[in-house]
């Protein structure tokens, strides 16, 4: 583990609003930020006003990361020395459903926000540290059969989505490489936790559940393909791991953000069932299966854990349990 510890200094986040930007803000704070300013754009919903008690002093700018004007008053106002770059379509079918939003929002987005941040590092003197927030969907169907996947393992994206991260990555690692643009870069397996939107696994799986809590014994119950095995981490975990990267994270590098650990979605929905007090019985709606799942994803975080203080704190459980509450309230 590198001594080395960053100041996180003034911190830009974009995608602030989203599920993730909801529990990092405070997070940031908490970490010794001097100056929060989080991005989002004006219509998305996310969960801003959830932050307002743990980050009370955060300064918001809305607008659209496809807007050059917009993008470069950002950089200029926030003079950031830590930028984390949420901004993203995460959902798979939403992705697939609109390539050309998902590459443009993904990618090209990406690619003026990196610009004009290396401009700003060289107009205003400060030389920011950029995480990069990628997924392990980056990895694809891989011919590992089932064992953690490592970094330098090879990239294989099947949807648009996984397509997107994986050249996001490409352009700024580039950047990296040409312009010594302090870029650090997050894969991150499965993470949930409370505020997490319905149309993702675990969500969806506890909100059906605790419909069901009352229903009779046997009462069919949807759910999708129950043979991928996935790695899961609680958000908070995942947070304090984006934090430790930028903190000790080294440049032009990738890093899994993961638990280590895989469970089906078999084991999964058992857990949820028995936490959740539910007797219902699931049944394979067809509609909620995806045509091109990747059997395992299970990541290493070996190289995470060598290079910053990060465990993770949390289980399977508390991510199910925290779902289960926030879906009673």
Not at 89 to 105: E, L, M, N, Q
Not at 149 to 170: N, S
Request: proline share 6%.
């Amino acid at each position: 583990m590198s001594t080395d510890v960053r100041p996180l200094g003034r911190v830009l986040v974009t995608g602030a609003a989203g599920f993730v930007g909801g529990w990092l803000l405070p997070a940031l704070w908490k970490a010794g930020a001097s100056a929060v300013t989080a991005l989002a754009t004006e219509t998305e919903p996310g969960n801003a006003s959830s932050t307002a008690d743990g980050a009370p002093d955060t300064r918001w700018m809305l607008g659209d990361l496809r807007d050059d004007a917009y993008v470069a008053h950002v950089a200029r106002e926030a003079a950031a020395d830590t930028v984390v770059h949420l901004a993203a379509v995460s959902h798979v079918p939403t992705a697939a459903a609109d390539p050309a939003a998902a590459w443009d929002i993904n990618v090209t987005a990406t690619a003026r926000l990196l610009h004009v941040v290396r401009q700003q590092r060289d107009a205003q003197g400060r030389d920011p540290v950029v995480l990069l927030v990628g997924s392990a969907e980056q990895y694809g169907r891989h011919p590992s059969h089932g064992e953690r996947l490592h970094e330098d393992d090879v990239q294989a994206p099947r949807t648009v989505y996984a397509a997107t991260k994986a050249a996001q990555e490409v352009l700024a690692l580039q950047q990296w490489r040409a312009e010594a643009l302090k870029v650090v870069v997050a894969r991150s397996f499965n993470h949930s936790g409370a505020g997490q939107a319905p149309r993702f696994l675990l969500p969806a799986l506890v909100q059906r559940a605790v419909q069901l809590r009352d229903a009779a014994p046997g009462t069919p119950m949807a759910v999708g393909n129950r043979t991928p095995i996935r790695d899961f981490l609680h958000v908070s975990d995942v947070v304090a791991a984006y934090i430790s990267l930028c903190q000790r994270g080294t440049p032009g590098e990738a890093y899994n953000v993961a638990s280590g650990t895989g469970w089906s979605v078999q084991q999964v929905l058992d857990r949820v069932l028995a936490r959740a007090g539910s007797h219902a019985t699931p049944v394979e709606d067809p509609a909620l299966v995806r045509p091109v799942d990747v059997p395992v994803l299970v990541g290493n975080p070996n190289k995470l854990q060598r290079a910053t203080d990060w465990r993770p704190l949390r289980t399977l459980d508390d991510i199910i349990d925290d779902l289960i509450h926030a879906e009673a309230h």
